[in-house]
């Protein structure tokens, strides 16, 4: 029995995947960040094609990290594929010395940065990116493996603010986590558009790429792994109108950055959201991209209902307990002036 063979998307399958990741405004002037790999490339026709519909505008961003020396030139030939297409093109470079050690994540910090920067110039507020359901099924095994619990098991969202401190805009839209990358594959065929290959995704020193090959693998792995994103994405939605909930009852927040939050109105949170309560709150205050480990919020948050605790650091955070509240600052603020003792997690 043969595979049957993967169909293109449809403009019509395209539209409805980008509205379920809507609103948008009319006339929309959106961002696409495009590598010139087939997914990225797929994504930018796709959505110029929805764009123009509305009567809107997209323009691509290409991100030229200067790690590669056939880079630019594979920025330039995006930029002359899109051109032709009508489709408005920009190449950003990253500028300055380049760490030794922790490039891919630098990059990627690095990458982010620059395409929130552009989207905040521009006055952008959609920065659409390529994640596809491969990616997404990738994402559980990888969390799978280290342990993670519900929150990290919902994966990438459809809808998410930038991973990088600053404001909380451009959103980052990703209608594609439901489709496979071998209907991005045919969509690009179909229309006669080359992509570019990238040799890193058949590197196996990279983790991601020896689990995208268990995957494939596996028939209907990647279906089932897609699934147990999306069931837990709605248990971490109805968690999240929870725990909005309980912020807005228990926490003060201050414009100088501090936050108070209530004694008595803290222990009160559910145990299923104690953790989530507490990582939420360091994370606003500290300004932290990256959640910290869930066994140091767990820590913190079973330290907090201690009546004997005095205080504690975590993630960039100085929590002191005061009669009515804690009172959550940024650690640098407070580290001179810190007169008790505090329990680092």
């Not at 960040?33 to 505008?57: E, F, I, N, P």
């Not at 929150?151 to 459809?158: D, H, N, P, R, T």
């Not at 196996?204 to 494939?216: A, D, M, P, S, T």
Request: hydrophobic share 45%; charged share 25%.
């Amino acid at each position: 029995m043969t595979a049957a063979t993967p169909t293109p998307l449809a403009d019509q399958e395209a539209a409805r995947l980008i509205a379920a990741c809507g609103p948008f405004e009319a006339s929309p002037e959106v961002a696409v960040a495009v590598s010139g790999g087939v997914d990225s490339m797929a994504l930018t026709v796709l959505v110029d094609t929805w764009a123009r519909g509305q009567g809107g505008r997209v323009t691509a961003l290409t991100v030229d990290h200067g790690l590669r020396p056939e880079a630019a030139a594979e920025a330039a030939q995006v930029k002359a594929w899109l051109t032709a297409r009508g489709i408005a093109h920009e190449t950003l470079s990253w500028q300055g010395d380049k760490p030794q050690t922790g490039i891919q994540a630098a990059a990627r910090h690095a990458r982010y940065e620059l395409l929130m920067d552009w989207c905040r110039r521009h006055r952008v507020i959609h920065l659409f990116l390529a994640h596809h359901a491969d990616d997404q099924a990738e994402t559980v095994a990888m969390r799978q493996a280290r342990k993670s619990g519900p929150e990290g098991l919902a994966a990438m969202a459809l809808i998410s603010p930038p991973p990088v401190p600053g404001p909380r805009w451009p959103r980052l839209v990703r209608p594609l986590l439901p489709v496979r990358k071998e209907r991005l594959e045919a969509t690009l065929r179909a229309m006669g558009q080359p992509w570019i290959d990238d040799p890193s995704n058949l590197d196996l020193k990279y983790e991601r790429v020896r689990i995208r090959r268990r995957l494939f693998a596996e028939p209907g792995a990647v279906e089932r792994l897609v699934a147990m994103a999306v069931t837990h994405a709605d248990a971490r939605a109805q968690a999240d109108l929870e725990l909005a909930g309980w912020l807005a009852q228990a926490v003060n927040l201050h414009r100088d950055g501090r936050a108070e939050v209530d004694r008595h109105a803290s222990v009160q949170v559910p145990d299923n959201l104690r953790e989530a309560f507490w990582r939420r709150i360091v994370m606003t205050v500290g300004g932290k991209p990256l959640p910290p480990r869930r066994e140091k919020i767990a820590r913190l948050a079973a330290a907090v209902r201690d009546p004997g605790f005095r205080g504690a650091t975590a993630a960039g955070c100085r929590v002191a307990a005061k009669p009515n509240h804690f009172l959550v600052q940024r650690e640098k603020a407070v580290r001179r002036a810190q007169a008790a003792p505090a329990l680092a997690f």
